[in-house]
């Protein structure tokens, strides 16, 4: 089983970048989905990007043409670009691995936060 740990948040302005990494360690990580999720003070956990294990990505519209997921298997990580970030983006940030239907099937972990100030 894949065990996922999740990085790089912390507190920028509007309109700065910040990048997240997801490093996997255990099972076979090459071969699984990975997704990025977000999850802001008193509203549901969403999610924002997800990354196949051929490269096939897809962004939720909130984030279309600012974040940019990607992975590098060598190093076991998925990593999340943030750019133009909004007060809006503020959340926790996770990473789980996902299922042929797209799902999340590991456990969470602690999350990375994310602040921005407007």
């Known amino acids: 089983q894949v065990q996922l740990v999740e990085s790089g948040g912390g507190a920028v302005q509007a309109g700065g970048s910040l990048r997240l990494s997801c490093a996997a360690s255990g099972g076979t990580f090459s071969v699984n989905a990975i997704g990025w999720y977000r999850q802001a003070p008193g509203k549901q956990r969403e999610r924002v990007a997800r990354i196949s294990s051929g490269g096939y990505t897809n962004y939720a519209d909130s984030v279309k043409g600012r974040f940019t997921i990607s992975r590098d298997n060598a190093k076991s990580t998925v990593y999340l670009q943030m750019n133009s970030l909004k007060p809006d983006d503020t959340a926790v940030y996770y990473c789980?691995?996902?299922?042929?239907?797209?799902?999340?099937?590991?456990?969470w972990g602690q999350g990375t936060q994310v602040t921005v100030s407007s």
């Open positions: 789980n691995t996902l299922n042929n239907w797209a799902q999340p099937v590991g456990s």
